[in-house]
């Protein structure tokens, strides 16, 4: 009998650079390129009309030497606090949006005004550090050597109805407990 090696045999080499994964709970990561400490969250975040940042999706971030692209993913809990809960994100990297990046979340509207559900969800976006100029609306970078901050924006559509909010599971468990939930944050450098 051949050994598991023989027909799936391992790859001579990778081009992952380093992946730099975490709950956003405060912790601190050591990897090639330094020591990073994640936003700790903490509570339930409600939306307004006007775009704020999503608690724990920011963080400043230098790539180590050689990375050609670097995937950032934040993954949170969405959930429908009225109606559909019409909501909007967008990536952001040093104050310019990525308009590429723009999700759009709802539920199905059933005409009352409760929880309709949630769900995980994900922010996910490559950079292109191999670019002969900067385009950054595009997510792409001729020399990307120092500190650049990636963070996540949301809002709700409407004001009044459609409302949602992250970090929030609902109907926890078998005993219906509703309670926040802590995101995740990955970053993963490729060569």
Same mark, same amino acid.
């Given at each position: 009998?051949?050994?598991?090696t023989d027909i799936?045999p ?5 081009n992952v !650079?380093e992946v !730099?994964? #975490? ?11 330094g020591t990073?400490?994640l936003?700790?969250?903490t509570?339930?975040q409600n939306?307004s009309?006007s775009y ?5 999706s920011?963080?400043?971030y $230098?790539?180590p030497?050689? $990375?050609k692209y670097?995937?950032y993913r ?6 429908a606090?009225?109606y =559909?809960? %019409?909501?909007?994100?967008? %990536?952001? %990297?040093d #104050?310019t949006d %990525?308009p590429?990046s723009g999700?759009?979340?709802? !539920?199905n509207y059933?005409?009352? =005004? ?7 969800t ?9 670019a002969?100029?900067?385009d950054?609306a ?5 020399n990307?050597?120092s500190?650049?901050?990636?963070r ?5 559509y409407?004001?009044? $109805? ?10 926890? =468990?078998? *005993?219906?407990i509703?309670?926040? $939930?802590?995101?995740?944050l990955? *970053?993963?450098?490729?060569s």
């Amino acid at each position: 009998m051949a050994n598991l090696t023989d027909i799936f045999p391992a790859a001579s080499s990778t081009n992952v !650079l380093e992946v !730099l994964q #975490g709950t956003c709970d405060g912790r601190s990561i050591t990897v090639s390129s330094g020591t990073y400490t994640l936003t700790n969250v903490t509570s339930v975040q409600n939306f307004s009309t006007s775009y704020q940042e999503i608690t724990g999706s920011a963080i400043t971030y $230098t790539p180590p030497d050689g $990375t050609k692209y670097l995937s950032y993913r934040f993954d949170f809990m969405w959930d429908a606090e009225n109606y =559909s809960g %019409i909501s909007h994100f967008k %990536i952001n %990297i040093d #104050g310019t949006d %990525i308009p590429k990046s723009g999700k759009t979340y709802s !539920l199905n509207y059933s005409g009352s =005004s409760h929880n309709h559900g949630n769900w995980v969800t994900s922010m996910f976006y490559v950079f292109d550090l191999t670019a002969s100029s900067d385009d950054v609306a595009n997510g792409k970078f001729a020399n990307w050597t120092s500190g650049k901050t990636i963070r996540v924006y949301g809002r709700d559509y409407n004001s009044t $109805t459609w409302k949602a909010q992250v970090h929030y599971n609902v109907y926890y =468990s078998t *005993l219906a407990i509703s309670q926040y $939930t802590t995101p995740n944050l990955t *970053l993963i450098a490729y060569s």
